[in-house]
């Protein structure tokens, strides 16, 4: 990257301090044009913008930022977007990390300020954490190629990304993306129960369900093979694999709960939007 980035970040709470510590990771930041805003700023927000010498709540915005991350509550929108004021905000792109809240009604409360406002919708996922996530993006009208670049830059500091041509289809996808870490976290707890049912300890069935699901999950990064045929290669013709899938494939029943779940989750997001 030739340039660094310009980026105010409103919100270092869990998300935002996660994100946050990829981009000083990653070194992608430019600390003359670059701020954190956040009332109470943890020992790894604050050692962050020490590293990276960046201000945190500064007074002075000189010109400006290039990219607004917005990570802070959904119901605080209303309360803070209408009082974002800095140099050539009418230049800024703004990048929400909040669910329900759409690029139209981000525009409505930034449009006191910034009437022309251009947006993207934002969605990474708890892996982000470890800066292995899965983020969606959904870019507003007239974002430019250079601002979607300069997003898929910051994004990728925290893992893989996927654009959607629409809103619509983020909040369709971010059943398996958003919530999916925390259907994979149930799926460990059923391994840890089932394990400890066959007489294993607390310890070794927690290490039975980590180890399992971290190996298959790098082994499917790495092979190149679909999922599904990966299970095939795994599977011996009327072996001990075979029975267990015949329980868990009788009628499609776990790919119907994933199914219905990750449906759920889309409908809760429609809701949320008020639609």
Known sequence: ??????????????????LFECWVEGDILDPQRSAVVTPNPSD????????????????????????AVIAVKPHMFADILPGFDWANIDRTLFLSVAAGITINEMGQHLKANAPDAKIVRVMPNLPSAIGEGMTLLTAGPDVSDQQVADTSILFEAAGEIVWTETEDQ?????????????????????FETAAREQGASEED????????????????AEDGRPADRLREAVTSPNGT??????????????KSLISDAVGAAYRRAQELAGK
């Open 241 to 254: 694999t075979a029975a267990g899938l015949s329980v868990l494939m009788e009628n499609d029943a776990l």
């Open 170 to 190: 983020l909040d369709r996808l971010m059943g398996v993306s958003g919530c999916g870490p925390a259907f994979v976290f149930l799926f460990a707890e059923a």
């Open 44 to 67: 790894k927000v604050i050692e962050l913008c020490e590293r990276a010498n960046l201000p945190i709540n500064p007074v002075e915005d000189g010109d400006g930022y290039d990219m």
């Open 205 to 220: 069935a927690r290490l039975l369900a980590e180890q399992t699901l971290i190996g298959t999950a790098l082994q499917l």
């Open 1 to 18: 990257m030739s340039e660094k980035l310009s980026v105010i970040l409103i919100g270092a709470g869990n998300m935002g301090g996660a």
